[in-house]
């Protein structure tokens, strides 16, 4: 079983910057793919971006290309999701995935709020 924690969330104003981070413990995560997902008040979660195990496959929400960049350590066991030019609309909880059998393993998530 895998074990995911997120953490760099927090209060930013438009334009700023956060680094989101991943630490799994359990598994070594360099045998999955890692996605990154938000969840916005009142909607439904969605993919925000997605690397795969090597790391040379890499995938984008439309909304968040160009601004965002998921990377991972495998050394470390972490996977990041570098988060620039933000915007109101980019207010939610951050959860990170791994993906394995059917549902893979999700962590607590973390809050990024950005003001207007």
């Known amino acids: 079983q895998v074990q995911l924690v997120e953490s760099g969330g927090g209060l930013v104003q438009t334009g700023g910057s956060l680094r989101l981070s991943c630490a799994a413990s359990g598994r070594t995560v360099s045998n999955y793919a890692m996605g990154w997902f938000r969840q916005a008040p009142g909607k439904e979660r969605e993919f925000v971006a997605r690397?795969?195990?090597?790391?040379?496959?890499?995938y984008y929400a439309d909304s968040v290309k160009g601004r965002f960049t998921i990377s991972r350590d495998n050394a470390k066991n972490t996977v990041y999701l570098q988060m620039n030019s933000l915007k109101p609309e980019d207010t939610a909880v951050y959860y990170c995935h791994a993906e394995f059998g059917r549902a893979g393993a999700w962590g607590q998530g973390t809050q990024v709020t950005v003001s207007s």
């Open positions: 690397i795969s195990r090597s790391g040379k496959s890499i």
